[in-house]
């Protein structure tokens, strides 16, 4: 019973220590009362003052000791009327049409301004479709005012008598009345003709340089489109902006986009087209005089251009751009060779005569390859060995990784050095640059490289022994393979060769007349066919009996191109196995170094025999 004493004694101790639990202020601002205990405080006498509103379904209750409070109730509440009634509560009613009017406005003009935005943009659209389908037919040419082109003919090199002529056109654009006082009237138009590359457009930009007049430039395919009508309207607009700044240039480049010969085409040609040739025409030279404007123009097939397009009056100088010589190549290299940093080793009249044949983008791409090998080696100057890379990586293609000493190396090695060494031996074949086994990409084990001679570049002339030595020289690699492996072991590799030889056996029997059906031509130049208007002559101008004696005399001339090759290199199989050693061993032997040992060898044995081509 005494322990029992501490243990009732504790129980008051333990309530006193016991806290209520905290009893919600619904009168604050922070906690809002319950819709029971609303009730309960207005029975109380609690709340002093009620205020209802409808359309949210709340009620703002303030009570006695100034606190407030909101109250989600029911809709048409009549327990919390009756009990507001019965407390003697004041109830007010807020009037919440006025702000739902202003939000409905709100919204609606939200509504409108969207609308309204969305038709703006539809009309803007609109409005610019407009103007597209009404500049349709405008031109678009661009145009460098006066002053403003910076390339000038010091600029264009290698094409001196081109720059004469074009000369005449500045100065009657710079002082016209030294050409009228004596009765001699502007040209109206210019052609360029030329291969690509050549600087035909460079030209036209050193015209309008020199002149110092507005210059318009379009390329002829702008003028045509699927529409009918619509190239013709801006020929007619590109005039007629040229005639609002004349005296003016006008630069159509690659015409024969539009002045392809009319009605070649199959079933009519391209009535477009068609449209805006003869719209051009008209503007050349029509009732409407075009006075002060100089119509140039460049292509690279002037065969096909129309006949009309050419006539005096319209076209009334036909200029040729044609690949420069060796002293304008040297000229051209110079010119780019400006910004370049080249080495003091470096002699560009050597490099003018290695690169026969080049035009001048193509020696502009030999120098920048040299730049960019040279910055790949991280040096500063641009040396020999560059543009040397350079000149085989254009002509031969990438390089790839060396061949392995094996038979296939040994039998490339024969194959290039069959050609080098003939090369050395004929008198009328060209000139040996170099023989590598290099390879290169594409399939190219190596190469024997040989330089045109320059006077029959320049002259245009090619013999009857030229040919015939280039025909030897091309079957020496299938003659080597045959002296040095027998019949059965030759291969494919004087595939390239084979095609060359084809080509120019044709041409000696058909076009030339150097085989015994004689001086005939029977065949004309194996242009590309035009528009369709070549596809009708399928049949040759000959017979059958004809083209028969055609193909022996090709087979003829080939198998004595191979038989004179296989006699050379037959009684030197010594000094080819002494060269085929030499290469392998070194890879690349120049033509000075590889001529000097032919020489060396060739005086220490006893005469070989000697054959020229046969006629």
């Known amino acids: 019973m005494g322990a029992s004493l501490p243990a009732a004694a504790s129980a008051p101790d333990q309530a006193k220590t016991q806290t209520p639990p905290p009893q919600p202020l619904w009168g604050s601002k922070t906690a809002s009362p319950s819709y029971s205990q609303l009730l309960r405080d207005l029975r109380a006498g609690k709340v002093s003052e009620l205020e209802l509103s409808p359309l949210r379904r709340e009620v703002q209750v303030s009570y006695r000791d100034g606190k407030r409070a909101q109250v989600s109730v029911f809709s048409n509440d009549q327990q919390l009327l009756q009990t507001a009634e019965q407390a003697k509560v004041p109830l007010s009613v807020r009037d919440d049409r006025q702000d739902g009017a202003v939000a409905s406005l709100v919204a609606n003009g939200l509504l ?23 500049g349709f037919g405008r031109s678009q040419p661009r145009l460098q005012e006066e002053r403003a082109t910076p ?17 005449e056109v500045v100065t009657f654009l710079k002082s016209p009345e030294r050409y009228t006082a004596v009765g001699a009237k502007i040209p109206k138009g210019v052609l360029l003709v030329g291969p690509p590359g050549t600087g035909k457009t460079l030209l036209a930009r050193a015209i309008a340089g020199e002149a110092g007049v507005p210059f318009f430039s379009m390329a002829a395919s ?54 805006t040739l003869n719209q051009l025409l008209t503007e050349m030279d029509g009732f409407e005089d075009n006075g002060g404007v100089i119509l140039l123009a460049a292509t690279n097939r002037p065969d096909v251009l129309d006949a009309a397009l050419m006539r005096p009056g319209r076209f009334d100088r036909r200029i040729t751009v044609d690949l420069p010589d060796r002293r304008g190549r040297e000229e051209i290299l110079a010119v780019h060779a400006r910004s370049r940093p080249l080495a003091g080793t470096v002699n560009l009249s050597d490099w003018a005569a290695r690169t026969p044949g080049f035009s001048g983008a193509d020696l502009a791409n030999l120098l920048n390859e040299a730049a960019i090998l040279t910055a790949r080696r991280q040096q500063q100057q641009i040396d020999d060995a560059a543009l040397t890379d350079a000149l085989e990586r254009i002509t031969m ?90 019949p059965s072991e030759v291969t494919q590799g004087a595939a390239g060769d084979l095609d060359l030889v084809a080509r120019i056996c044709r041409e000696m029997v058909t076009r030339y007349g150097f085989s015994s059906l004689g001086p005939v031509a029977l065949e004309a130049d194996g242009g590309e066919v035009f528009l369709g208007r070549d596809w009708l002559r399928q049949d040759p101008h000959y017979s059958k009996q004809t083209g028969n004696r055609i193909d022996a005399q090709v087979r003829q001339l080939a198998q004595n191109a191979l038989d004179q090759a296989v006699s050379l290199l037959r009684p030197r199989r010594a000094l080819l196995d002494l060269l085929v050693e030499r290469l392998i061993v070194e890879e690349t032997i120049e033509g000075d170094a590889f001529r000097a040992l032919v020489q060396q060898v060739e005086a220490q044995h006893q005469p070989f025999p000697v054959t020229s081509p046969s006629a």
């Not at 409108?112 to 009404?134: D, E, K, T």
């Not at 699927?226 to 309207?233: E, Q």
């Not at 390089?399 to 050395?424: C, F, M, N, W």
């Open 397 to 486: 293609g990438l390089t790839a990784a060396p061949l392995q000493d094996s038979a296939k190396k040994r039998l490339i090695a024969y194959h290039e050095i069959g050609h080098a060494l003939v090369t050395t031996l004929m008198p009328a074949a060209d000139q040996l640059d170099k023989v590598t086994l290099l390879p290169r990409a594409g399939g190219v084990g190596g190469f024997a490289r040989t330089l045109p001679d320059e006077e029959t570049l320049d002259s245009g002339l090619i013999t009857r022994a030229f040919l015939k030595a280039r025909l030897v020289v091309a079957l020496a690699g299938r003659a080597a393979e045959l002296v040095v492996f027998g």
């Open 112 to 134: 409108v301004l969207l609308l309204l935005l969305g038709l703006g943009l539809l009309l803007r659209r609109s409005a610019q479709v407009a103007n597209r389908a009404m």
């Open 222 to 275: 702008e003028f045509v489109e699927l529409f009918v009508g619509v190239g013709a309207s801006r020929v007619r607009d590109l005039f007629r902006k040229a005639k609002a700044k004349a005296p003016c240039i006008i630069f159509i480049d690659e015409i024969d986009a539009v002045g392809r010969q009319r009605g070649a085409g199959i079933g009519g040609g391209n009535d477009e087209r068609e449209q």
């Open 151 to 167: 390339v000038h003919f010091e600029d264009v090199a290698g094409i001196a008598e081109a720059k004469e002529e074009l000369q």
